[in-house]
């Protein structure tokens, strides 16, 4: 409950006792961008200030000894179920790591189970420790291009306005139908702007008259930028750029020289995608904060990053600094150098120390399925006929960036159909629809992933999530997708006939309700085994899943066929 205001000014005069106070502290403060000594009083769910407060017990009174207090984290932008686990469970990691909340886009499973599925992921995501803050899904399905399991028109999304949890618009992908004036896409931005609600973006390379339309339209934020002058660009007309650093794409080292004392509020930290190992090994936005004071950032802006910057964007004027007034979302820890959460309080509550939570976080499932609509497919749906002398256009995988280049290869012609080819690291690429039974398989070829032999797959396939799989061979990539679909989703390693290892993923297809740590275990042993069949991607299966995505550049391949993104449309894979 929040704390009722004659009760706040009681407490913040010292005519009462405090609920929690922290003393001989050193706060870190992003609203002045010093450091300063001061003991700290909480009330409820409320900070009362900096000044010589007591408690009515002595266990409440904490002595810092001189250790760091600093507004609780916040992620700008992420994908909760690219954790592979449920709302719950990835808040008591996020807790533990010293996270407040989180700007989420649900639109992974609205993908799939459309309102439904939201519906579900509210229900998960309500009185967790950290707050769950959603966007609403702008791109269900992300483009024309492609076949999802939902479609959500603004009519649909109109009903979520107002329920609790829901802050704005998600991330208006579909730049090319918002331009150019389709509207449908654009009914979704003007229905947020009509409520006041923010409008997140997601634009990579664009510039010019085109940004001034995207941005003037109301569209404030981006974190897609795949340089430091595009960002620049983007920031000097408006935006707020999102510094992402996933498990996949990773922007911080290119973005962070950007951040200055004049402009940090303008930049956040945003997670995006992130797969279990990851936050297991290097936590959730507190990794974000060590890693851009271990660059050079001064720590005071890293945190305001990480915290205020973010908060206010979205409206949040009582959130994001160790203030009188603001919301008791706070942290301790030792070092300016090697910045990690210790005592966690969140709305007023201690809910972890030392890494470890200190409150019961209620497991609240989501209803597995649907189930796969994959029947009749076989290895001769993977068939790419060509002729001797024919090319073919091939996907450039790049490390570390959700694009792709764009190349073309003579083809490896067996039998009349362009074939796999891994002593050129030359793979087979192929979409299955598995929504609606349409038998839709889009087939090209990609080069990067360095397989020697066998295929993997998986169900979480960006952002209408078909299976994707990548192989040396159609008999293992046969065998990848009708276990993946088996699983009723999931992740597959194969060779020939045989399944080398699997992630199940029966929530949608992209989640479990599981542990992240039993989640992690599984994930580490497909990994072992993408890696033993050749590949030195270090996270395959992501970047694997971002190759069906058909908004980023250059080329992507659908269910429907093979995408040239700066066409926006279909270009043939044989030519």
């Known amino acids: 409950m929040p704390l009722p205001l004659s009760a706040f000014v009681d407490a913040a005069r010292g005519s009462v006792p405090a609920d929690l106070v922290l003393k001989n502290a050193r706060v870190v403060n992003v609203l002045t961008g010093e450091v300063h000594d001061g003991t700290i009083g909480v009330k409820g769910d409320r900070i009362l ?61 609205a993908n799939v189970r459309g309102a439904s599925g939201l519906d579900d992921f509210l229900a998960s995501a309500a009185g967790l420790p950290v707050e769950v803050h959603v966007m609403l899904p702008s791109c269900v399905p992300s483009t024309h291009l492609e076949t999802a399991g939902a479609s959500l028109s603004a009519a649909d999304l109109a009903p979520f306005y107002g329920r609790p949890g829901i802050l704005g618009l998600a991330e208006m992908m579909n730049v090319p139908g918002f331009l150019l004036g389709d509207p449908a896409v654009r009914a979704k931005v003007e229905e947020a702007a009509a409520r006041g609600l923010p409008v997140d973006g997601h634009a990579p390379l664009l510039t010019g008259l085109d940004l001034n339309a995207y941005v003037g339209a109301g569209i404030r934020t981006d974190h897609e930028c795949l340089g430091a002058a595009e960002a620049l660009e983007k920031v000097r007309r408006g935006m707020s750029i999102w510094i992402r650093e996933g498990t996949a794409a990773k922007n911080l080292d290119d973005l962070l020289p950007l951040v200055t004392a004049a402009s940090s509020e303008r930049f956040a930290f945003a997670t995006d995608e992130r797969h279990p190992w990851d936050l297991l090994a290097h936590g959730h936005v507190d990794h974000h904060v060590r890693r851009a004071i271990a660059l050079g950032l001064d720590p005071v802006l890293a945190i305001r990053l990480a915290s205020y910057s973010c908060a206010r964007h979205y409206g949040f004027r009582d959130r994001g600094a160790v203030a009188p007034g603001f919301r008791a979302d706070i942290l301790t820890f030792e070092s300016l150098d090697d910045f990690r959460p210790d005592l966690v309080v969140l709305g007023g509550r201690r809910v972890a120390r030392g890494g470890e939570l200190l409150v019961d976080v209620p497991s609240r499932g989501i209803a597995e399925g649907p189930a796969f609509r994959v029947d009749g497919f076989d290895r001769t749906r993977l068939a790419l006929p060509a002729s001797p002398g024919a090319r ?25 159909s362009a074939s796999a080819d891994p002593d050129s690291d030359l793979a087979k690429l192929a979409v299955v629809e598995r929504h609606r039974g349409t038998g839709n398989v889009g087939v090209a070829f990609a080069r990067g992933f360095g397989l020697a032999r066998g295929a993997i797959a998986s169900s979480v396939a960006h952002d209408s999530h078909n299976v994707v799989v990548v192989g040396c061979d159609d008999a293992s990539m046969e065998t990848a997708v ?71 550049p250059e080329l992507k391949l659908t269910d429907r066929g093979l995408v040239d993104v700066a066409r926006f449309d279909f270009v043939p894979a044989v030519v």
């Open 49 to 109: 200030g900096i000044g010589p407060y007591r408690a009515a017990r002595s266990e409440d009174e904490v002595d810092l000894a001189g250790a760091f207090v600093a507004p609780a984290l916040w992620d700008a932008h992420i994908h909760v179920e690219s954790t592979m686990a449920t709302p719950p469970e990835f808040a008591r990691l996020a807790a533990a790591h010293g996270t407040a909340a989180v700007v989420t886009d649900p639109h992974e499973i």
């Open 392 to 416: 073919v256009r091939v996907i450039e995988v790049r490390a570390g960036s959700l694009a792709t280049g764009a190349g073309s290869e003579p083809a490896r012609v067996v039998g009349g």
């Open 482 to 552: 009708r276990r993946a679909a088996s699983l009723r989703g999931g992740i597959v390693v194969a060779d020939g006939p045989e399944v080398l290892a699997e992630v199940s993923l029966p929530v949608a297809g992209l989640m479990a309700n599981r542990s992240l740590a039993e989640l992690d275990a599984a994930e580490r042993k497909a990994n072992d085994a993408a890696h033993a069949l050749g590949t030195a991607i270090d996270h395959p299966f992501m970047t694997l899943a971002f190759l069906a995505l058909p908004v980023i």
